[in-house]
């Protein structure tokens, strides 16, 4: 396992951009950020291959969000159009070993979670 540390969040307004962060201590393979918000299962948002060459997004924010990594420790997630929907603790995820993927168990590292809060 890595640590794994969030920034970026904060309170937005509905259609507003922003841009999360997530770095590793460590060496990881491919990683990935899921959200949760009250009430509500944690769900997937998108994940991205070690190499950055490969991405994968959930329904609700394809065309809106883009996964991105700069080197082997660093991802970011860019999420534009904004919506009360998207609301809810994002936490950034990894895998030692493995291939990407949208569900939760096949991460074996997790931050801490950073909140983003949408308003109408």
């Known amino acids: 396992q890595v640590q794994l540390v969030e920034s970026g969040g904060g309170l937005v307004q509905a259609g507003d951009s922003l841009r999360l962060s997530c770095t590793t201590s460590?060496?990881?393979?491919?990683m990935g950020w899921f959200r949760q918000s009250p009430g509500s299962e944690r769900e997937f948002v998108a994940a991205?291959?070690?190499?950055?060459?490969?991405t994968l997004y959930a329904d609700s924010v394809k065309g809106r969000a883009r996964i991105a990594r700069d080197n082997t420790k660093t991802i970011y997630l860019l999420m534009n159009s904004l919506k009360p929907g998207d609301t809810g603790v994002y936490y950034c995820?990894?895998?030692?070993?493995?291939?990407?993927?949208?569900?939760?168990?096949?991460?074996?590292?997790w931050g801490q979670g950073t909140q983003v809060t949408v308003s109408s």
């Open positions: 991205i291959s070690w190499s950055g060459g490969g």
């Open positions: 460590g060496r990881t393979s491919a």
């Open positions: 995820a990894a895998q030692t070993d493995g291939v990407m993927t949208s569900r939760d168990v096949g991460y074996d590292s």
